[in-house]
């Protein structure tokens, strides 16, 4: 043993001060148990369907870092400002802090940071791979298809889209009313979008022999053209003048048609579109009356959406289906036939059936039907199962002898339509097509897999290019896992609105921008569970001073040559970023 | 959590402290907070055998091992010497652990307090003699196992009230602090040092070995006694005006309990009767605070 003489800066004192440290005892030789700092996956990240890495959002504008976390959405999501209002949020249902007090309003600091971004003019840093020979033609530049156009953009393809309708968007353009997202916002993520090199043409509508044409062109097309055929309700009546399909209805509007309802407009269906519908009637004059065959609790359409509906004057009649429609002089004559509930399925909604000899009838003024939508041509739809599809989470892909790759995507293949579906499936789709032109057929799956976040099926676009996230490990952080000594109760922000008589005096979007100070706080309220977040809890109780600031991501490391291997670093760790694991024996001399 | 002196460090690794030894970070926070200029008193105790053997030391100030009743009296002499040179500035701090403080030092202690000497006592308190062997002394609490209360002859008898016993002295400064919370603990050291004649602290130290828990929950375990009320943060000024530092967050002591081998033959009942004694104490704490429940 060689004791290294060190040389005490002592004050002059009577009493001396010993001159050996005790720096040479390797006290890293008691140690059975190791610890490491390991980042892993927040429950949130992992909900999200498109894979954002969320804790890391919220860290970077707790520090005032609106740019780098905004970049950080954009890295897996190209729509900040378009799921900062219409996204369903599954990431707050899965929050670690929903069990400590509310979860985080992950939703409003993603708008906040994109209405921030478009307010000082952000342009983001965007890293590119170099560039490749193959081409994708995508048709419909809905959700979906504009995100493969992005996500391949950054992969180094060259991509062309094919719209019909004379603008870009999709169901974002036609489909919501502008109360939920102004045209303005769709059209400022759209344009970032664009301005990667996408080549778009509208007012371009495709044929079935468009495969063919395009052969030789296109090394794959993709079809995202999304479901924009309402399901008809098969009753008589149905087609009377004046009985509106509902996403014409809401496309009229954004077509900026001009519209006056008054007495009741009844609307047929549950869904989204159902309560879209009946609330820009409500805009316009209306009484609306929606009519679902289940109860209110089983409606498709998000809670929220369903609330404000409520709160603008919409009345919701559960347990009821149209069985015929006759018109009377201007009205329509609505005949209902009760329902009734006989138990739940495996989703928790009601099981129902016709109530016999129980129907009545009301007249209504304005009829609007809304029960669903399908692909607006049948050879739209992905083909059946069968042995050359491969079906991946959010896209199938069909290989062909001859001609293109086709890939289906979006709506056409969700069980979720949503759109943070369609990113997601248009992310997987670029990775997809990125393995195939690569790696071939059969290393689209193995390709992928790696790129998962957490538990899956959302995709992490930055693992797929190798960067910093891929070292964080794929398993979920617990509300058990964290020590939430370290965390206080603080109330979720309230999301700021324009009041019930304003909503219903225009379409003008209903929720409110907060302001830096409210952003800030929120993503403050975040755990930011499973990454490091520099609190140095780790440096601060360890009872050997064996961890030391340095320049590595975390900033500091564990010295293993005094490392004790107690543990207590791992359990302070409020964030679980810290993983502790047996010493191998091995390593130790 | 972040201490705007945390970069200060001194101690050396390569102690010979267990793994998740609570007196090792105790020294850490305290000597942060206190700083170079300071000459320490370590009658027997844990950290007589931490600091190191002759001729290393793991500490970067001046240290005197001294005999284990001398904790009070050795400081008193430093402080004389230091005093006759005309040094001011340099602070004596006598750091014991709860033997040489509750029972063996006690009259060293007490005799050292009332003669109002200059000098600042800190008690790391980990409720037995641990370093001999996990004998038990007058601080272990009500229900704990030692070796030398056993079996179903656990120990019957409360813990004494040491910063009491202190007050009763009347001296300028007591406070209680935990390796939990290094703010307070930090505070209150500074408070301590920029005052004159005795002052005492009291820092509860847990002990992973003695305590037969696992050491990763050193920390965790020191501050569910603040949570639970079986260790208040609080201070006294000239013996009478109390300050309570933490609200605690009304948590059961039973958890705190459940997670020590120490305790594991306590029954419902006992921790029930537990309970009780820690409300009692917290009540007449609070109202020594002059905080009256209704």
Partial sequence: MTLRQTAVNCPPLIIPCSRFTTESNKTGSWRFLRPRYENKTAPCSSACPAGEDIPRIEMLVAQGLFKE???????????????????????????????????????????????????????????????????????????????????????????????????????????LPTYRLPVAILKADIARILELGVHIHCNKTITPRFLDEVTGHYDAVFLGCGHSHSLPLKIPGEDLDGVEDGLRFLQKLRQGKEVVLNGTAAVIGGGNT??????????????????????????????????MALEEGAEIWELRTPVKIAAVEKDYVLTLQQMEVIGEDARGRARIRVQLNKTEEISVQHLFVAIGASSAEQWYKPPPKKSSTMRLSNCSILPRSQGPTVVFGGDLVADIKSVVHAIASGKQAAMALDNLFQNGFDAIRAGIEPNLVGDGPSLSMENYLGWPRTQSSRSVVHHEDLNTDYFRFAPRIIQPRLLREERLRSFAEIDLKIGTILGIREAERCFNCGICNQCDNCRLFCPEIAVVRDDTTQNRRINYDYCKGCGLCVVECPRSAMTLEEECLCNRY | ??????????????????????????????????????????????????????????????????????????????????????????????????????????????????????????????????????????????????????????????????????????????????????EDLVQKAKKAKAMTGSRFIHIFSSCPTGWRMPSEMSVKIARMAVQTNIFPLYEVEEGLRYTINYTPKGYLVNEYFRLQGRFKHLTEGDLASIQEMVNEDWELLRRKAGEYSS
């Fill in chain 1, 69 to 175: 976390a905004w970049e950080t959405v954009l890295m897996e999501n190209p729509f900040p400002g378009v799921c900062g209002r219409v996204c369903y949020h599954p990431c707050e249902q899965v929050c670690n802090r929903r069990e400590f007090d509310e979860p985080v309003a992950i939703r409003t600091v993603e708008r906040f940071l994109a209405d921030t971004a478009t307010r000082n003019g952000l342009q983001p840093d965007i890293k590119r791979l170099n560039a490749k020979q193959q081409k994708i033609a995508i048709v419909g530049s809905g959700p979906s298809g504009l995100a493969l156009a992005y996500f391949l953009a950054r992969l180094g393809y060259e991509s062309e889209i094919f719209e019909a309708m004379p603008e870009p968007g999709g169901v974002l353009r036609w489909g």
């Fill in chain 1, 274 to 307: 159902a309560i879209d519908v009946a609330r820009s009637a409500a805009r316009l004059g209306a009484k609306p009356l929606v009519i679902y065959r289940r109860r209110q609790q089983d409606m498709p359409a998000f809670d929220d959406e369903v609330t």
């Fill in chain 2, 1 to 182: 959590m972040r201490l705007d002196t945390v970069d200060q460090e001194y101690m050396y690794s390569g102690h010979v402290g267990c793994p998740g030894c609570g007196a090792a970070i105790a020294m850490r926070f305290f000597l942060k907070a206190i700083g170079k200029r300071t000459i320490m008193v370590i009658p027997a105790c844990c950290w007589s055998v931490i600091a190191g053997p002759y001729p290393q030391s793991t500490l970067k100030i001046p240290v005197l091992h001294t005999a284990f009743e001398t904790g009070g009296a050795v400081a008193t002499g430093v402080r004389a010497a230091l005093d006759i040179k005309g040094d001011s500035e340099t602070t004596v701090v006598t750091w014991a652990g709860d033997g040489g403080t509750f029972d063996i030092g006690f009259q060293a202690l007490s005799g050292a307090v009332e003669r109002n000497e200059n000098f600042l006592y800190v008690c790391y308190d980990n409720e037995a003699y641990m370093n001999t062997g996990v004998q038990r002394s007058s601080s272990t609490p009500y229900g704990a196992w030692t070796t030398t209360t056993p079996g179903q002859e656990w120990k019957r008898l409360r813990k004494k009230n040491i910063v009491e016993a202190l007050c009763a002295h009347r001296i300028p400064y007591a406070a209680t602090a935990s390796i939990a919370f290094p």
